[in-house]
């Protein structure tokens, strides 16, 4: 007999998640396998990626991320942010709520469909390097906002060839071993940029990516001197909200906010 398996449909600013609730370990080992079935578009539901709602001893719960690769990341923006919708409609967790991940404790709000995350603090901040790739250098910052990004700015989004460079960035020996995420941001004015994402086990670019507003959003803050907050309209139409302080040179208080929904729910067998 097949084994059947719930799941939720959630999706955040065009990025869409598949979310189980494995507190009861309805799944048990290789996580990552049933990952690359599950967000598989074409022979099963399709996503962006696959989150696991899991006991915590230290948060309201704990939150895995796999990417449709298989392999899996310290944290998702936008995953975050629905799994703070679902945890407060499934009464898993209140409005407000503490998320374990493997970056460490999120704090999310829930506010109808609205949802606030803060993220942790920002490291190893990288300006100004120079990246080559075939025989051309590309001007770049680095930020790591619960997970790897390299920053890129361009003067028109619809000229970039966002897989192509992405992938090479992705892969660069800069960022060696692990990879790290490609953003390519346009500012469009004092308190706005327009962002497209290279996504890291995704390997392609994705309607949204949070982390990668984040990271976009304070890159642009400090060499085009914005201020708190900076929105950031996404491929997929809609804007998020980047919320941070700084404090001795360093980002602090750094809060991801925008709109999320659980899209439908249904049953995998397996």
């Known amino acids: 007999m097949p084994k059947t398996i719930k799941f939720t449909k959630a999706v955040a600013t065009g990025n869409d998640f598949v979310i189980i609730d494995n507190r009861s370990s309805v799944l048990a080992g290789r996580l990552g396998e049933f990952a690359?079935?599950?967000c598989d578009r074409k022979r099963?539901?399709?996503?962006d990626g696959l989150l696991l709602v899991e006991k915590s001893k230290r948060a309201d719960f704990r939150m895995r991320i796999?990417?449709?690769d298989g392999s899996e990341p310290e944290m998702c923006g936008n995953g975050s942010r629905c799994m703070a919708l679902y945890a407060y409609r499934k009464k898993i967790a209140p409005a407000d709520m503490r998320i374990d991940t493997l970056a460490g404790t999120l704090r999310a709000h829930v506010k109808k469909d609205s949802v606030k995350v803060r993220l942790t603090d920002p490291k190893d901040i990288k300006w100004n390097l120079c990246l080559m790739i075939d025989k051309c250098p590309y001007k770049v910052s680095?930020?790591?906002?619960?997970?790897p990004h390299v920053i890129h700015f361009v003067d028109d989004?619809?000229?970039v060839d966002v897989k192509e460079i992405g992938s090479s960035m992705r892969y660069h020996e800069e960022f060696s071993p692990a990879g790290t995420n490609a953003d390519f941001v346009k500012v469009a004015n004092s308190a706005t940029i327009n962002i497209r994402t290279y996504e890291r086990g995704v390997e392609d670019e994705t309607l949204a990516c949070g982390t990668g507003a984040v990271a976009s959003a304070l890159i642009a803050a400090e060499s085009e001197k914005m201020k708190?907050?900076?929105t950031v309209q996404t491929r997929g139409g809609?804007?998020?909200r980047v919320y941070f302080e700084m404090k001795g040179g360093n980002f602090t208080n750094v809060f991801l906010e925008g709109k999320a929904s659980l899209v439908y729910e249904g049953v995998l067998k397996i």
Not at 44 to 47: E, V
Not at 142 to 147: D, I, K, L, Q
């Open 157 to 159: 989004l619809d000229k």
């Open 142 to 147: 680095f930020a790591n906002t619960g997970v």
């Open 36 to 38: 690359r079935m599950a």
């Open 228 to 230: 708190s907050p900076v």
């Open 44 to 47: 099963s539901i399709g996503a």
């Open 238 to 240: 809609e804007k998020l």
């Open 66 to 68: 796999f990417n449709p």
